[in-house]
């Protein structure tokens, strides 16, 4: 063993690591596959108001693998932000989202969508963001204001000043700015009040147990306080029953996403959704 060792540095004693890593390696190689073999894609998940009106979505990025079942972000988003694969995916998905907003421009209802991206801290501390971003929405030629970015509270943690900056930047462009899985990070409300943020999301983790759990309730609640004493949207994600929404409905949060209004779907499933609305 001591021999192997010394031949591979890379090798590690503890199986369990060792496999681990492994695991690791083999998920870096295939995600490095799907983005130059076309095996990503980006699917949307509705975003309704108070009326069930259609008012936007959120893109959720899948990995289809040619002859494996489909791999969910929470896999392989860690990885590629550890690697730093996830700038050039995350730009990735921006240009898709982008060549479909500009398909959808013309159109009565999906020329009206607002479609969430979910930036990661890696990304949005490129300093060469925001230039991509504008480069993007040109050479697409769409209206900014149809783009959202859902930022987490990780991001927001970094360098406060530097984050203002670049939200100031985008914010310019005409992006609008949310705040997502709101309650589960560290940030300080000092700090929230600050970014020129237009949305708060509510965390599904805190929806799930409206209204039998007497603690998520308080918060859902207090997170809605809050948001709108900052003046901004609330949402709340992970909506899965009527009793949740008539709950959220009552204290005041008024935009929604979850399984009761849609899951996340290709492109052509929200049309269909748009069309029929
Ligand atoms: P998120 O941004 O908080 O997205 C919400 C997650 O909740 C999505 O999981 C969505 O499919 C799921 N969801 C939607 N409705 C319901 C519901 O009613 N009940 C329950 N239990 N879950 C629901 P998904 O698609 O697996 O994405 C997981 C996470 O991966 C996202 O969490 C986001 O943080 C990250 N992610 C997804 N796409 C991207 C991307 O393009 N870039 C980056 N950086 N991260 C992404
Ligand atoms: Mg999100
Ligand atoms: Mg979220
Ligand atoms: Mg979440």
């Keep these: 063993q001591a021999k192997d060792a010394g031949r591979d540095t890379h090798r590690f004693y503890n199986p369990a690591m060792q496999a681990a890593m492994e695991q690791r390696a083999a998920l870096e190689d295939g995600l490095r596959r799907a983005l130059a073999q076309d095996e990503l894609r980006v699917h949307y998940q509705p975003q309704v108001d108070e009326h069930g009106v259609l008012m936007g979505a959120e893109a959720l990025l899948r990995w289809q693998p040619p002859d494996r079942p489909m791999v969910s972000p929470g896999a392989f988003i860690p990885v590629a932000e550890a690697t730093g694969l996830i700038v050039p995916i995350g730009h990735w998905v921006l240009d898709t989202v982008c060549a479909r907003l500009s ?3 013309r159109h009565p209802t999906l020329g009206r969508l607002q479609v969430a ?4 801290a890696r990304q949005f501390r490129q300093p060469d963001f925001v230039d991509q ?3 993007t929405i ?4 769409i209206d900014a204001t149809r783009l959202k970015f859902e930022l987490t509270e990780s991001v927001v943690l970094d360098d406060v000043d530097q984050v203002i900056h670049t939200m100031g930047a985008l914010k310019a462009l005409g992006l609008a700015f949310s705040i997502d899985d709101f309650g589960t990070g560290y940030s300080s409300l000092a700090y929230l009040k600050r970014l020129p943020l237009d949305q708060l999301k509510i965390d ?3 929806v799930f147990g409206i209204p039998d759990d007497a ?6 609640r207090a997170v809605i306080a809050l948001g709108h004493s900052l003046r901004l949207q609330v949402i709340a994600e992970g909506v899965e029953t009527p009793a949740q929404r008539a709950f959220l409905a009552r204290h005041g949060c008024l935009a929604y996403q979850g399984y009761l209004f849609g899951a996340p779907g ?3 499933a929200l049309e269909a959704l748009a069309y029929a609305g």
């Design 215 to 220: 603690d998520d309730c308080a918060i859902a």
């Design 103 to 105: 398909e959808w421009a």
């Design 204 to 206: 599904q983790g805190f």
């Design 266 to 268: 290709p492109a052509e």
């Design 138 to 141: 040109g050479r697409h030629g």
């Design 133 to 135: 971003v504008r480069e």
């Design 117 to 120: 991206v979910n930036i990661s």
